[in-house]
């Protein structure tokens, strides 16, 4: 299981309302600040590959885990 202490700042950033989850609004929201087009579909899908409860929500925990299968490939995708 992934540290959630290390990416707790990042998820609180995302996690807009302070619900504890972030939505596929959220996550919308989240790519547009990073100057990219998201659409509501986009949004749901990219919510729904890291969702592993099925509860439409994203959280800590699963953030967690996926940041840090995110970044075990990008360390071993570089080498």
Do not use: C, P, W
């Amino acid at each position: 299981m992934a540290d959630t202490n290390e990416y707790a700042a990042t998820f609180q950033l995302v996690d807009t309302d302070g619900d504890g989850r972030i939505s596929a609004e959220e996550m919308q929201r989240l790519m547009a600040a990073l100057g990219l087009e998201f659409s509501v579909a986009a949004a749901l899908e990219a919510v729904a590959s890291i969702d592993r409860n099925g509860d439409g929500r994203i959280s800590l925990d699963e953030f967690a885990t996926f940041m840090s299968k995110a970044q075990y490939r990008g360390r071993h995708a570089q080498g």
